[in-house]
DNA sequence: AGACGGTATGCTGTAGGCAGTCGACGAAAA
DNA sequence: TTTTCGTCGACTGCCTACAGCATACCGTCT
């Protein structure tokens, strides 16, 4: 399927120009692989994506470079962009990091946030809560993101939080499409790891912190364990070999 | 049988690297940030670069976003790219990441570490130790990070010791020009580490990493706290009405 | 003399184009 | 029919060129 057949199907949004075109191409890129328009494996053509999204090929080249190095993209030499595709093994690796991470993070939070901060932080729980009771699924995973971005800031270290900002945002790529579930549990931890954070206990921060990113990972791990294993998705330059008019 | 198939079961070790002009262009520019050449808060014009390298602005562009990617350089919208500027704090919390991470690493490897990377971990600290004999101090610190990234990557987590090498090198550009000094105390404690990690002792490998970091990390810290605080690097674009490279 | 606006300069951001390279397909030979 | 070589096509990597813009300099006004 060609990539402007794609976008036929879809709304084929030209990116607004409020800073650079590279920013934006960014995150449209992002945002068309965490969607699934972009499939794991799939080659990204320059070309292709610089027509999809009304921009020239160096914007999404440096796009396409600057993913490859956050992880989203695999760059291979003289062959182009291809989606990167998570292994089981990788994902658990991912998770694993984060659980380091934001452990870290939440016993720093525990020392550092102050009023102000752990006030943020029980609006955004009170949130994710409300939005859980109504459905709202996507609220909710986006809140649970933000819920924890947060927590990293409030750590005040601010190289852990990008850190952590990154490596999460992988997270919530791999986690999305099976994170269907588990969702009043998860809020009842945040509410224990907040009152944690607001007692100033870091060893208890820490702990929920730790217990909850793990359940997560158990969670994550036992609905991808069940899934078949793809085939081989060995990466092919040519995806269009002729066939330049009809889609089917 | 196929020489893909026999590739497959041995060590798919490509060839050194078809060598894209960029990947070129950006160890160059590191090289030239490592080596003080470019210092820090320093305007880096592409075109000057460009040809500096002998290459056109392109590669140099896409190396600046890579590095600004790793925080070696920021990149202003409109403005350019600066050499960043490593603040006293965000060494210091840089320096706590890569404790975090190391430790991590450590623990992970004193489960996983089979007798051959042991056996690695010895020749690589035995040459250390030798460096540090013959007062071949830049060989020392090599060896220190390859030390290092070799415990991470026996670790097993891949993600984790990718994310620890991209750490490892920033700690390595602030904190070789002050690591003229703790010489053969580092190696004793590599010493102990890899003893702890032959041994499969996780919480004493975890210990002794932390100690060992946190033991850099102050020493960098009294080192550079002596020093007098530079004055407001703010960046300007237009520094050079005439021609890069000061040495002249 | 100091402040303000105009102009000039050079840099960045983006576009377009060309050569090198890699993969795939087809033909020829075993 | 299977294997191997030649050719073709497409895409990447790089270079060059142009437009937009932020900054610096300078003249003028107050």
């Given at each position: 399927m060609l990539l402007s057949d794609q976008a036929g199907t879809t709304a084929a949004a030209k990116i607004p120009r409020p800073a650079t075109l590279r920013e934006s191409v960014i995150e449209a890129i992002q945002e068309l692989i965490v969607s699934g328009q972009?499939?794991?494996?799939q080659h990204l053509v320059e070309s292709e994506l610089a027509a999809l999204l009304g921009v020239s090929r160096q914007p999404v080249r440096e796009a396409l470079q600057q993913l490859s190095g956050e992880g989203w993209v695999d760059l291979h030499p003289g062959q182009g962009a291809f989606v990167h595709v998570p292994t089981l093994e990788e994902a658990d690796q991912l998770l694993a990091v984060r659980t380091l991470l934001e452990t870290e993070s939440a016993r720093l939070a525990a020392q550092y946030a102050g009023e102000e901060g752990v006030r943020r932080l029980r609006t955004l729980c009170a949130q994710g809560i409300a939005a859980v009771k109504s459905d709202d699924v996507d609220g909710a995973v986006a809140l649970n993101s933000e819920l924890h971005a947060l927590v990293t800031d409030l750590s005040g270290n601010r190289v852990l939080a990008e850190l952590a900002a990154q490596v999460a945002r992988r997270v919530r790529w791999y986690h999305t499409p099976v994170a269907?579930?588990?969702?009043m549990a998860s809020w009842d931890e945040h509410t224990a790891l907040i009152d944690a954070i607001e007692a100033g206990d870091e060893r208890r921060a820490a702990k929920i912190m730790r217990e909850h990113t793990e359940h997560t990972r158990a969670s994550y791990m036992e609905q991808r364990g069940t899934e078949p294993v793809e085939p081989a998705p060995k990466p092919v330059r040519r995806r269009r070999p002729r066939q330049l008019g009809g889609a089917g």
């Amino acid at each position: 399927m060609l990539l402007s057949d794609q976008a036929g199907t879809t709304a084929a949004a030209k990116i607004p120009r409020p800073a650079t075109l590279r920013e934006s191409v960014i995150e449209a890129i992002q945002e068309l692989i965490v969607s699934g328009q972009l499939k794991p494996g799939q080659h990204l053509v320059e070309s292709e994506l610089a027509a999809l999204l009304g921009v020239s090929r160096q914007p999404v080249r440096e796009a396409l470079q600057q993913l490859s190095g956050e992880g989203w993209v695999d760059l291979h030499p003289g062959q182009g962009a291809f989606v990167h595709v998570p292994t089981l093994e990788e994902a658990d690796q991912l998770l694993a990091v984060r659980t380091l991470l934001e452990t870290e993070s939440a016993r720093l939070a525990a020392q550092y946030a102050g009023e102000e901060g752990v006030r943020r932080l029980r609006t955004l729980c009170a949130q994710g809560i409300a939005a859980v009771k109504s459905d709202d699924v996507d609220g909710a995973v986006a809140l649970n993101s933000e819920l924890h971005a947060l927590v990293t800031d409030l750590s005040g270290n601010r190289v852990l939080a990008e850190l952590a900002a990154q490596v999460a945002r992988r997270v919530r790529w791999y986690h999305t499409p099976v994170a269907r579930q588990r969702g009043m549990a998860s809020w009842d931890e945040h509410t224990a790891l907040i009152d944690a954070i607001e007692a100033g206990d870091e060893r208890r921060a820490a702990k929920i912190m730790r217990e909850h990113t793990e359940h997560t990972r158990a969670s994550y791990m036992e609905q991808r364990g069940t899934e078949p294993v793809e085939p081989a998705p060995k990466p092919v330059r040519r995806r269009r070999p002729r066939q330049l008019g009809g889609a089917g």
